[in-house]
């Protein structure tokens, strides 16, 4: 049913093909995972979950405008396939790569979006629990959406049953036990060739510190990540990875407060340095966990036309010169 035409992803469960339907002649993401790794690393409710989610997004077959769009899911004997829709405009860490740290003016749109797509996660009923760069791609206009939700789980805020709790800590437990670390020294973080790594996973980098002592946690565990996304934009690197073992890292968030420190080389203002130490610090006076207006509200989105982002020009708007144009993404050679 589909031609493929490149291989844009590779990872422990499979890959990702750029595929054009040959009845249509749509252009579509297929991702390809493999039953028996999934079954063997015990990932099978998470590829349920993602695709659960991608489903329930869709409202009238129209897309959620936030959220990497599913247009179907099917099955052979060998693979799992979801085919979603492309966004040709690549990840937010090869963004990142290309302009090293972003201006507070770029850091502010990106990060308004980010904000209303983490809002709509949570308005779903769900927390995504592994927000990075990697997992935020770029359309063709340049505008974000949310992907890989294989770590998403359905969150009830009125429940706060110690069933829904242990759930989501034993994900937490597969996802420090099996990290592949992204981090790097800081001046390697500045360095236009700094190497881009996935993990299957999650990032150690960005989780929150209350996910690592298994506390027990809801939605606002996903802010701690936007602020750590807006760190690494502004500064350059995030706040506490660096060329370490993964335990290293979560012991540097755990004791966050004596680790936090913003570089002495990057100018910030007032106001980004507010909403930072706003986003990462205690669960009970993280910024969001009484709702997504508290973020908006912020003076560093001053001036920022929520109704309508949409409709801004992005500041880094891909080029393009096909609808196969996948120049934003690595190449990968066929496997038999």
């Not at 963004?95 to 996660?121: N, P």
């Not at 592994?130 to 805020?157: A, R, T, V």
């Not at 006076?285 to 309508?308: A, C, L, M, Q």
Request: proline residues 4%.
């Amino acid at each position: 049913d589909f031609d493929k035409i490149a291989v844009i992803g590779r990872g422990a469960f499979g890959e990702v093909r750029l595929v054009k339907d040959k009845q249509t002649g749509k252009i579509s993401a297929m991702k390809m995972l493999k039953k028996t790794e999934m079954m063997r690393k015990n990932q099978v409710q998470h590829v349920r979950t993602e695709r659960n989610l991608m489903a329930d997004s869709g409202e009238n077959s129209q897309f959620n405008e936030w959220i990497v769009g599913l247009h179907c899911s099917f099955q052979d004997d060998e693979y799992l396939y979801l085919v979603m829709e492309f966004l040709p405009g690549g990840d937010m860490m090869t963004w990142l790569i290309h302009k090293e740290y972003f201006t507070e003016e770029e850091t502010r749109f990106y990060i308004a979006e980010l904000v209303m797509a983490v809002g709509s996660i949570h308005a779903l009923g769900y927390v995504h629990r592994d927000l990075k760069p990697d997992n935020i791609l770029l359309d063709g206009m340049g505008h974000i959406k949310l992907s890989d939700f294989g770590l998403s789980k359905p969150y009830k805020e009125e429940s706060g049953s110690e069933d829904a709790r242990k759930s989501i800590e034993e994900a937490a437990s597969e996802l420090n036990s099996t990290i592949v670390e992204t981090g790097k020294q800081r001046d390697e973080w500045r360095k236009k060739g700094r190497v881009k790594l996935y993990s299957t996973v999650g990032s150690t980098g960005y989780i929150a510190p209350e996910v690592l002592l298994k506390k027990g946690y809801g939605l606002e565990c996903d802010w701690w990540s936007v602020g750590i996304i807006m760190f690494e934009m502004l500064c350059g690197y995030p706040p506490f990875s660096y060329d370490e073992p993964p335990a290293q890292t979560c012991h540097r968030i755990i004791r966050w407060k004596e680790n936090l420190q913003f570089p002495s080389d990057v100018v910030l203002s007032d106001e980004a340095k507010d909403l930072i130490l706003k986003l990462l610090c205690d669960p009970e006076d993280r910024i969001g966990t009484n709702g997504v207006e508290d973020i908006k509200n912020h003076p560093f989105f001053s001036g920022i036309n929520w109704e309508n982002i949409r409709h801004i020009q992005p500041p880094f708007v891909p080029e393009l010169e096909s609808e196969i144009d996948h120049r934003y993404f690595d190449c990968f050679e066929e496997n038999e």
